[in-house]
């Protein structure tokens, strides 16, 4: 597999389309530091440890957040933090 | 005597905790706040077989880190109060992520036992769950509950005395890591244990290797060696497995716990009606579901304005026209019968906004909150709060300032940080409530008509972007973003909502009361010492050379900040009209200015009330005082560029 393949499906999770699922990769530091609500530490505690399976339900317009299903919950998350959890698109979506 | 055994309930958000609260404690509880904290504190009591059962309801959390307030909370109170016996209350439907709080509830060692709730829930899902080998897998009895239906409470409460009586101590019932990890956490237990700290010594050193800055800053105060024999554990750890430590032993705790769940998971024929999935889709719906948001918003405001204005002024009738005539003949007309009166006005006034406005409106809030719909708001409302460098959330007290800005204050708790709350509750202050609708209404709305009265409301929605941007933009620190889980749709547990409506009523009392009644008096009394006059003389400079309004409404101002209705409602008598278009130099450019004047001046005395409450009297000062200079100053040059152009 070529690089340049590689880097298309690694996507941030934001970029997923509806019903599409993905492999929790990295997430990728925020803005400010330490163990504070929206760090990636609090992000993985929610249960987005790398290796997590996640499904798109929905996003809001306007750049909004995203509904994702993770761990048999429903969690919604806001565009800035989802578009720092970087994700493997799976193969079964095409 | 009786025995007491102190009891406390863990567990997630909206896993059904206030509703066995509830069931367990019935009347004999207390809600109040953590001291020095914004957070609700639940207590209760109650009698089983003999033992006196006190009951502390935790704040809903995800994690035992101290990300939020919330969470510092939930673990001090148990490392710190070491309950007899801990009740983790587990939502069955979505078993995988509570487990991972109960994992970590295991690691405080405190004697447990788990309520398995929402089981019917789950079940439509199509989740069945093998209590016996949850309880065999745990080590923690377990106990499946419809809280909703009462069911599975008394069981629980049996458990729990058993659970007391044994003194199981729940040592060594704990999940274990992979061997790099526990033989390291090992290492720093041995370290730990002979040093009587006052957390577990498991549980110490997993945070350790974790690097929880709060445990560490501690440990140093005992021993600076323990802590940097962990940084160097937590650095072998990372280099071992190439990931940081603290990633490590969170995704091992997920992993467990995923382990657990499909164990004892049996997949059966789910009996989901996919109404509630439905509801969701059409609730979150890009276009459907701003349209269902905003018609639900408009209908309620409409009821409750419309039925609460009449309501308002039935009471208004009743106290007015049986109290005043008793009152004055009681007291005849001295000056003490005008200020006890004065007093009386205050109740009055209190009870006519109280019970017509804030009852009903708190009452649908929770109850579309336990509805699960309250969360589907906040995430529709995410992107237009991230603008003012809040979050979706933000915008539920945002929502109820509309009624009245005192609850929504207190609403602002919510919120994960000292700084969001700031910007929160000054927006809120911003708001316009249901006394400044009415005077929107009755002023600009019926002398000028409909539109420019909707025009001054848009013109407020718009002050509240730019002040909240303003706020966002010269406050330090970055904003926080939505992470939030969005539960199943379900039937509202009413005498739960009830409750909460009750408690949070009640609490507005006590706050707003004393406050309207003492200005009142207040009022009176300078009314009654002929201080009016000098007063207004004294405003002039500002009310009629700035703004251009006739004198006597200074006086009218300086009322409104008792309950800011009564700006119009004393324009009338001092006016000595009902049509106050008549009036001299109160034309429609007045009026506007007026209104926004009204609308902006200042928090009502029992809005302040709740500022000073919430985030203390200083910065509560600071905003009054901006607010006043800032309508000052805007009304002023609404008044001077109105008159250019008209």
Redesign the interface.
């Known amino acids: 597999m070529s690089i340049g393949e590689a880097s298309k499906r690694r996507v941030p999770l934001s970029a997923l389309r509806e019903g599409e699922s993905g492999t929790v990769i990295s997430i990728l530091k925020g803005p400010g530091r330490g163990r504070r609500h929206g760090s990636a530490r609090c992000i993985m505690e929610m249960g987005l440890t790398p290796g997590t399976k996640v499904v798109m339900i929905s996003s809001a317009p306007f750049h909004g957040p995203v509904v994702i299903d993770v761990r048999g919950s429903r969690l919604a998350i806001g565009r800035g933090i989802a578009e720092r959890i970087i994700v493997e698109i799976d193969e079964k979506n095409g | 005597m009786d025995k007491i055994i102190r009891v406390a309930l863990a567990g997630n958000t909206n896993v059904g905790k206030s509703v066995i609260f509830n069931y367990l404690t019935g009347l004999h509880q207390h809600i109040g706040n953590w001291p020095g904290k914004t957070v609700e504190k639940a207590e209760g009591t109650l009698h089983f077989k003999g033992y006196n059962i006190d009951v502390i309801d935790l704040p809903g959390v995800?994690?035992l880190?101290?990300?939020?307030l919330e969470e510092q909370i939930t673990r001090n109170y148990i490392v710190h109060e070491k309950p007899d016996v801990l009740i983790n209350v587990v939502d069955a439907?979505?078993?995988?992520?509570n487990l991972?709080f109960t994992l970590q509830l295991m690691e405080l060692g405190r004697p447990m036992i788990i309520a398995l709730n929402q089981i019917d829930i789950a079940r439509k899902k199509g989740i069945d769950i093998d209590v016996e080998k949850m309880e065999k897998i745990l080590g923690i009895p377990v106990i499946p509950t419809i809280a909703t239906k009462g069911v599975g409470i008394f069981q629980l409460l049996e458990k729990l005395i058993d659970t007391y009586r044994r003194g199981a101590t729940n040592r060594g019932n704990y999940i274990k890591f992979r061997k790099i990890i526990e033989d390291r956490i090992e290492k720093l237990v041995n370290m730990l244990e002979s040093r009587g700290f006052h957390y577990p010594a498991r549980y110490a050193a997993i945070k350790l290797l974790e690097g929880?800055?709060e445990i560490e800053n501690e440990i140093k105060k005992l021993d600076v060696e323990i802590v940097n024999v962990a940084k160097k554990l937590a650095g072998e750890i990372e280099k071992i497995t190439g990931?940081p430590c603290?990633?490590v032993i969170?995704?091992e705790r997920?992993e467990a716990a995923?382990k657990i769940?499909s164990e004892v998971e049996r997949p059966v024929f789910s009996t989901r009606p996919k109404l509630t999935d439905r509801l969701?889709?059409v609730t979150?719906?890009?276009v459907w579901?701003y349209i269902t948001m905003i018609s639900l918003l408009v209908l309620i405001f409409y009821s409750v304005f419309s039925l609460g204005g009449y309501f308002s002024e039935l009471l208004n009738i009743l106290f007015y026209n049986s109290l005043e005539i008793f009152f004055l003949k009681l007291f005849e007309s001295g000056i003490i019968g005008k200020l006890l009166w004065g007093s009386a006005e205050g109740v009055i006034a209190a009870l006519t906004v109280a019970l017509p406005y804030i009852l009903p409106l708190y009452f649908i809030l929770y109850l579309l909150e336990d509805s699960g719909y309250i969360?589907r708001v906040?995430?529709?409302m995410?992107?237009a709060m991230?603008k003012m460098g809040l979050?979706?959330k933000a915008f539920i007290p945002l929502l109820l300032g509309f009624g009245c800005n005192v609850p929504a204050c207190i609403g602002c708790r919510i919120l994960?940080?000292e700084r969001e709350r700031l910007i929160a509750v000054f927006v809120v202050t911003l708001v316009p409530c249901a006394a400044e609708t009415v005077i929107i209404l009755s002023l600009v709305g019926k002398y000028l008509g409909f539109q420019w009265a909707l025009l001054l409301y848009l013109f407020n929605l718009l002050i509240i972007l730019i002040l909240g941007r303003f706020a966002f933009k010269i406050l330090p620190?970055?904003p926080?973003?939505?992470?939030?889980?969005?539960?199943e749709y379900r039937v509202p547990h009413l005498k739960t909502v009830l409750k909460q409506t009750w408690f949070r009523f009640y609490e507005f009392i006590k706050i707003a009361f004393p406050l309207i009644i003492l200005g009142s008096t207040l009022i009176k009394a300078i009314e009654a010492f002929g201080l009016l006059q000098p007063l207004s003389i004294m405003f002039s400079p500002i009310i009629v050379d700035w703004l251009g309004l006739p004198m006597i409404t200074g006086i009218t101002l300086l009322f409104g900040i008792l309950r800011k209705e009564l700006t119009v409602i004393l324009l009338s008598t001092l006016f000595g009209t009902t049509n106050l278009i008549e009036v001299p130099g109160f034309g429609p450019i007045n009026m506007i200015v007026f209104t926004v004047v009204a609308m902006f001046y200042i928090p009502c005395i029992s809005t302040i009330a709740a500022l000073v409450k919430e985030i203390g009297w200083k910065k509560a000062l600071m905003i009054s005082l901006f607010e006043l200079l800032f309508a000052i100053g805007l009304g002023g040059i609404i008044y001077r560029v109105l008159t250019l152009f008209i």
């Open positions: 995800y994690s880190s101290p990300y939020s439907s979505v078993l995988e992520r991972y929880d800055e990931r603290h990633e969170i995704s997920y995923s769940a969701h889709e979150t719906h890009r579901g969360s906040a995430f529709l995410d992107t991230h979050h979706g994960e940080t620190g970055e926080t973003a939505l992470i939030m889980e969005m539960h």
